[in-house]
């Protein structure tokens, strides 16, 4: 019996020595303003921090490493300001959303295509493993109060879809996940919790539930 018992702890004290440390999986957000979370008025309110500490709380070692995320950047701004941080960053996962102020300024949907292409291709070189890259829709600013202001005349609903369209077919092109969040944004319209004090950003509690469709998605991905 003690024979036993003195093996038996011998094979397990063996095995914890050489198991490998868990890694903690190192996450870099990309985006805008919608990201960075314009509006809101601690980090803590961000949803990829939001979204970092439910994948911990889950049992999934997750570290945001950056946000370069900025208010008003537009493709080419993501291109030019934070793709390289690829260069010197250790990158196992990346959510990207971005589009809408290409979309304001007016460029054309070819050129946003072919940047947005451009941002996952590189981000992807950067992955171990190219499916750990998430996609989300552009969010529908058309329905907050100060919205209209940045249409220039156009049907912002039926703009931002046509780009969202692009994300979604990219996505499904690429074996990628991509969360759609643009259905839920509409709710923003008349209600005032849910858009910040500037009437065009979210509030925190929008991001908040922005977040409620993204994690699930990423826990999915990641566990697998």
């Not at 950056?66 to 701004?77: C, V």
């Not at 993501?78 to 007016?106: C, H, S, Y």
Request: aromatic share 8%; with cysteine.
């Amino acid at each position: 019996m003690k024979i036993v018992f003195l093996t038996t702890y011998l094979l397990m004290t063996f095995t914890q020595q050489n198991q490998e440390p868990k890694k903690t999986i190192k996450y870099v957000a990309f985006g805008d303003s919608y990201t960075i979370c314009t509006g809101t008025t601690s980090e803590a309110e961000h949803w990829p921090n939001i979204l970092t500490k439910h994948l911990n709380d889950a049992g999934i070692a997750i570290e945001l490493t950056y946000n370069p995320s900025k208010n008003g950047y537009s493709t080419q701004n993501m291109i030019t300001n934070e793709l390289p941080l690829l260069k010197a960053t250790t990158l196992d996962f990346a959510t990207l959303l971005i589009g809408v102020n290409d979309w304001v300024r007016q460029i054309d949907i070819q050129t946003y295509h072919k940047n947005l292409n451009y941002s996952i291709d590189e981000i992807q070189k950067k992955l171990s493993n190219k499916k750990h890259l998430v996609l989300i829709t552009i969010p529908d600013f058309g329905v907050t109060p100060q919205g209209a202001g940045y249409g220039s005349g156009r049907d912002i609903t039926k703009g931002i879809s046509e780009f969202n369209d692009i994300i979604k077919s990219e996505a499904k092109k690429r074996g990628l996940v991509c969360v759609d969040i643009f259905p839920i944004t509409q709710q923003m319209k008349g209600n005032k919790e849910l858009v910040a004090a500037d009437g065009l950003h979210p509030s925190a509690k929008e991001y908040a539930i922005w977040e409620t469709l993204i994690f699930p998605e990423v826990k999915k991905l990641l566990v697998n």
